[in-house]
């Protein structure tokens, strides 16, 4: 054992309160490794509870840690050695990551907070907040539909990045002529936008679905800003509807309604991983 640093390593809780304490954030997260995780926090991750109820079971002597009951609810343990928690003397399926699907409404910003607009946040639970909840990409104001939240960085980060061609599908309604053969053709081909003089964009192919009336479906494999409209916009058509179907596999059509949100199933989860080429478990 080298240094003190060494020694708060090995031991998850003298690791905590001293870091806490005598170096402060910094060093405390420099670290932390990210496994270490308070076990009111790790409780209500994985879906025993909020926040403040888990408190109470922790305090009223309810959980045990490898056999030894803890009280303190800001006990940290360090995830990565798989402890033994168990609850009532049953053992706790410990997760750490969360996977839910919103049903975006029109009217809400994709961010978490705004000083002036209605945000995603309002439509998500307080204790959600509290877990490192992210929107996996950002769908405009006025979009409907499939939005995803995790605080799992990597997958969010597969999700969204073109590398890994995970495919978004949107059902479009426009103000223009009818689509067309030659649009469609356009779209699979990989178009280039120029909006700006001296610079374009070159977009990965695109399927475009004619529907009837001004409706289609368009489904893309990168997300750049209002990329839908600005590829409608490129065809002298405007956008005036937008609702996002589906993202990597994953669909509304099981809910939830419009406003409101559910966990993924696991299947679901795992055919997220399976898109994103993700290894490991999604624990
Ligand atoms: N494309 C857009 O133009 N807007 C969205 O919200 C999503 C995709």
Request: proline share 5%; net charge neutral; hydrophobic share 35%.
């Amino acid at each position: 054992m080298s240094s003190i640093k060494d020694l708060a390593y090995c031991c998850p809780y003298l690791h905590f309160h001293y870091t806490t304490l005598h170096f402060g954030r910094r060093i405390c997260s420099e670290i932390c490794y990210n496994t270490l995780m308070r076990m009111d926090r790790l409780l209500a991750n994985s879906g025993y509870g909020t926040r403040s109820q888990i408190r109470e079971l922790i305090r009223s002597g309810r959980v045990s840690l490898h056999g030894v009951v803890i009280v303190d609810p800001s006990f940290s343990v360090e995830e990565a050695q798989k402890p033994e928690i168990q609850l009532d003397g049953s053992p706790v399926q410990s997760s750490r990551y969360l996977y839910v699907c919103l049903h975006k409404p029109s009217g809400y910003l994709t961010a978490l907070e705004d000083k002036r607009l209605p945000t995603i946040a309002d439509l998500l639970p307080q204790e959600l907040l509290f877990k490192g909840l992210t929107p996996v990409g950002r769908l405009d104001y006025h979009t409907t539909g499939l939005l995803l939240l995790t605080n799992n960085g990597t997958l969010s980060h597969r999700l969204t990045s073109p590398k890994w061609h995970i495919e978004k599908t949107y059902l479009v309604t426009y103000d223009g002529d009818p689509l067309t053969e030659d649009v469609r053709r356009l779209f699979a081909s990989g178009m280039t936008l120029s909006e700006n003089p001296g610079e374009i964009e070159k977009l990965a192919p695109a399927v475009l679905e004619l529907l009837s009336g001004s409706t289609c479906r368009i489904t893309i494999t990168e997300g750049k800003t209002h990329q839908v409209k600005r590829m409608l916009a490129a065809v002298s058509r405007s956008v005036t509807a937008l609702h996002r179907e589906s993202v990597g596999g994953i669909t509304l059509l099981h809910g939830p309604a419009s406003g409101e949100i559910r966990s993924l199933t696991q299947e679901e989860i795992l055919s997220l991983f399976d898109a994103a080429k993700m290894t490991g478990t999604p624990v």
